[in-house]
């Protein structure tokens, strides 16, 4: 019997955790908890048997208000060691890559972050995940006994809510100060967007010859009621855009029915944010621009005037 945890400071990323381990539980004779922390932790157990959870441990305990990657991958460890669980899947999140590797020291465990997709070869679990800078999509199999493997968001599919049910067991934790201590929270600069919701994607890149270009881009994105994306130039060095807009490896992963790509190249550090979109349209000036191996539909020519364009005859849709 194989026992997996699975933990996400993002409900939404445990969700797609849990309908991942909903269908490969029979293969692997598995049984399938999660872990909630936090303020309101039990109120969400509920939710949690609706993915797919066999088994819930909740702890409100108040260590556990704010977020410490030490104390919460302690609290972690606490829950997979007494209850002997091998594999624990946590989301990809900022705090999920730091809390997987904090916790498979402690569980002298074998590490993967970062996993965009995992697959069942017998009873092994093979790993893939973009290596080299994105050049190389690698595939591991952690041969330790112990395995804990962080997964980015969207990887996994989420499955229909259905009327689960299990036993949500409160836990008692021995958790020590932490090593760090919040003085002060500021909400965070820049806007909030949801882009790995979003239905329909217009990407923005290095095309644009500068800010005040942006109407530009935002008048197709409102007639197709998109959300704006963009690469990472945009978002890092230019600053144009908030970082919440950078798509691709270091950004976003999205997965629209529709995504524009408009003035960019096609590196495989952005294409990796849009791979798995359903229709992909691109245009780009330069016919041997990377981006149109990968497109359902492209266009060759200068955004500024195929946009305003696209825009007007849309808008007559
Ligand atoms: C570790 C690592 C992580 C990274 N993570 C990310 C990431 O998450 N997301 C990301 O985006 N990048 C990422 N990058 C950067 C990435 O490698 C590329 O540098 C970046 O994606 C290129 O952006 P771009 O396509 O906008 O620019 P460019 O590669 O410069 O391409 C611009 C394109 O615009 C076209 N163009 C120019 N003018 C026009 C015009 N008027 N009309 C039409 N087309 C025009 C050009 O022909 C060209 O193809 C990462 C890099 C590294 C090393």
């Not at 972690?76 to 904090?102: C, M, P, W, Y």
């Not at 689960?164 to 100060?177: D, H, I, N």
């Not at 621009?289 to 539909?297: G, K, Q």
Request: aromatic residues 6%.
């Amino acid at each position: 019997m194989t026992n997996i945890l699975i933990y996400c400071d993002i409900d939404e990323g445990a969700f797609e955790l849990l309908s991942w381990g909903k269908k490969v539980k029979d293969s692997l004779h598995a049984t399938i908890s999660a872990v909630l922390l936090g303020k309101g932790a039990k109120g969400k157990a509920a939710d949690y048997f609706a993915y797919g959870a066999d088994k819930i441990y909740w702890s409100e305990q108040a260590a556990l208000t704010d977020f410490y990657a030490d104390v919460y991958a302690d609290a972690l460890f606490q829950i997979a060691n007494t209850n002997d669980h091998d594999i624990v899947l946590i989301g990809s999140t900022r705090r999920g890559k730091e809390l997987a590797a904090r916790l498979a020291q402690k569980m002298q465990a074998g590490c993967i972050t970062d996993a965009g997709g995992i697959e069942l070869k017998g009873q092994d679990l093979v790993v893939h995940r973009y290596t080299l800078g994105g050049n190389t999509l690698s595939s591991e199999v952690l041969k330790t006994a112990k395995k804990v493997i962080s997964v980015l968001p969207k990887s996994f599919e989420k499955s229909v809510k259905t009327a689960g049910q299990g036993e949500a067991l409160e836990v008692s934790l021995t958790l020590k100060e932490p090593k760090t201590k919040i003085v002060e929270k500021k909400g965070k600069a820049g806007d909030a967007v949801s882009l790995e919701d979003a239905q329909t994607l217009v990407c923005i890149g290095r095309g644009l010859n500068k800010k005040e270009d942006l109407p530009l881009v935002e008048t197709l994105a409102k007639t197709l009621n998109a959300e704006i994306g963009c690469t990472r130039p945009l978002s890092h060095e230019w600053q144009w855009l908030s970082e919440q807009r950078e798509v691709g490896l270091s950004g976003k992963k999205c997965k629209p029915r529709l995504c524009v790509e408009l003035g960019i190249s096609g590196q495989i550090q952005h294409t990796v944010g849009i791979r798995d979109s359903k229709v992909i349209v691109a245009v780009n000036k330069d016919k041997t621009a990377p981006i149109f191996e990968m497109v359902d539909y492209g266009i060759v020519g200068d955004i500024y005037e195929v946009v305003p364009k696209l825009s007007e005859k849309l808008k007559t849709v």
